[in-house]
């Protein structure tokens, strides 16, 4: 396996000598405390801020899966099974520490990988990996059932209990690679699982360092394996392995539908967090001094790689025509760069195939009658860079204004009444996210109550790990994060001992 291009490639910034040293060594599967290089074929896996080669992992296949599946198994059957909750707490709190420690390294390994700029991998990503494993190590201890008083004749003592659902495959997306992983793998360890992580192909690096890392902290062989490849092989043999008990995917909602119909034949549970087209709601009385930051920081933050970015700005028509003004001018003041360079507020979207994707959204967007305010087209010439593009001038039952763009593009569309708001907020196939920004209480309440989404934010955003987050519609089952995500790995067993 050849490495000269990560030696030949200048950067805006150093390599972490750590980071170099990583990019040259042999890379591979995580399975069973061990690093299986052997494939036949290899994928490359590339910066998106300059194009170039980072380095090379092998592709997995069904045998690769296996391999994992039966070390999972081994592992939860085995030593995995006999640690008490709190030494599985006081393993997670340990990787919790060296993840910490060595946040310079995963967050440059992040934005090489994935885009992102660096402050924005390291104190974003990475911090929000180590609170994640921290909060849930908590819940290792806290998983009670209860004692049910029953109405049957004689003396009944009735209980519930709470336990491990068994061997998870976990499936997370490109956009937040190692946040992602953390809230997966966090939940599943404390409630007791052993693990099978498959990370996107075009982002793997973090989800190997981080299996790594889980050994280094303790955890027993075979309890973090991690699988490389594409979904369309390994995470098919993965959800369809025999060996598998309990399935949670991120990303689209296509592919959520096809995990759904490959896990039926068994009936292993399933877990989605899938795809949003998320409205940002403007009153004519929201303070815009708080309000256009908030909106720019949630739409075109992560190059609007989010699936709760708000794609779609509903402005009241009083302030639409102010609004749209000023949104436009705050989007092109956003600094474009490679994730590295300082400075950077907006780095590449993830693939040249991303790229072409939204930029042909646009374009249909601006042959239906949509007019741009600013950006519509590439920024520089190497790398996946597109400028921040504000549209307005669609309806809201336009294609551009339906799909999920999952890129640095908002539609602004105006209303002249909460209901009408409300409605055009709920027209949607997803139901994942909704802000709303205003000063009025009674206004808050109405579009709490109204808005058909798994999470209502008003005058600013929220993804805290305690806050329970799932979508309503096609936006996915179950809700992660918070004691919900920690109960979506445990199964409920009934005792009833008659006396």
């Known amino acids: 396996m050849s490495h000269a291009a990560v030696t030949e490639t200048t950067y805006p910034a150093e390599l972490h000598p750590d980071v170099a040293a990583f990019l040259r060594r042999p890379l591979g599967h995580v399975i069973a405390g061990r690093t299986v290089t052997d494939a036949a074929e290899q994928i490359d896996v590339l910066d998106p801020g300059t194009g170039s080669l980072l380095t090379r992992v092998p592709r997995g296949d069904a045998g690769t899966v296996d391999a994992a599946v039966r070390a999972a198994r081994e592992a939860f059957d085995g030593p995995w099974s006999r ?4 030494e599985r707490s006081k393993l997670m709190w340990r990787l919790a520490d060296l993840l910490e ?23 974003g990503d990475v911090a929000v990996a180590v609170e994640t494993l921290r909060y849930m190590a908590g819940w290792a201890t806290k998983l009670t059932g209860e004692t049910i008083p029953v109405g049957a004749p004689g003396t009944v003592h009735a209980y519930t209990k ?4 068994g061997v998870v495959a976990q ?9 992602m992983a953390a809230w997966k793998l966090a939940p599943a360890l404390a409630a007791g699982c052993t693990c099978v992580l498959k990370p996107a192909e075009q982002t793997p690096l973090t989800a190997i360092l981080l299996a790594e890392l889980a050994l280094e902290a303790g955890f027993p062989p075979g309890v973090v394996n991690v699988v490389l490849g594409y979904g369309h092989d390994v995470g098919d043999a993965l959800v369809r392995h025999p060996g598998i008990d309990k399935v949670a995917f991120t990303g689209s909602t296509p592919v959520g539908k096809a995990i759904v119909r490959a896990a039926a034949d068994d009936l292993k549970r399933v877990s989605l967090e899938l795809g949003g087209k998320n409205s940002s709601i403007v009153m004519p009385d929201a303070d815009l001094s708080t309000a256009l930051p908030g909106i720019v920081q949630a739409s075109f933050g992560n190059t609007g790689q989010v699936c709760t970015a708000p794609s779609r700005i509903l402005v009241h028509a009083d302030v639409a025509a102010e609004v749209g003004r000023e949104l436009a001018d705050a989007a092109a003041r956003l600094r474009v760069g490679h ?6 507020e907006i780095g590449p979207v ?7 994707a939204i930029e042909a959204l646009v374009q249909e967007g601006v042959r239906a009658g949509g007019e741009i305010l600013t950006g519509g087209g590439r920024h520089g ?16 039952d336009a294609p551009m204004v339906q799909q999920e763009i999952f890129g640095p593009v908002v539609n602004i569309v105006p209303f002249t009444s909460a209901d009408e708001a409300i409605a055009m907020a709920n027209r949607t196939r997803y139901g994942l996210t909704a802000q709303v920004w205003t000063r009025d209480v009674s206004t808050v309440q109405r579009f709490a109550d109204g808005l058909d989404a798994g999470s209502v934010w008003v005058n600013g955003k929220s993804m805290d790990i305690a806050l329970p987050f799932g979508g309503f519609k096609e936006s996915g089952w179950g809700q992660e994060k918070g004691r919900e995500g920690a109960e979506l790995y445990t199964r409920t067993k009934t005792v009833v001992v008659t006396i």
Not at 339 to 344: E, K, M, S, V
């Open 339 to 344: 994730g590295l360079a300082d400075g950077t």
């Open 381 to 396: 010439e190497a790398g996946y860079f597109l400028q921040p593009t504000v549209v307005t001038g669609l309806g809201i």
């Open 350 to 356: 993830v693939s040249e195939r991303q790229r072409d």
């Open 83 to 86: 640690l008490a909750p709190g």
């Open 171 to 179: 499936i997370v997306p490109w956009n937040f690679p190692l946040a």
């Open 101 to 123: 420690q060595r946040a310079d390294v995963f967050g440059q390994l992040e934005t090489l990988d994935q885009g992102k700029p660096f402050g924005v991998a390291r104190n």
């Open 162 to 165: 709470r336990e491990p659902v």
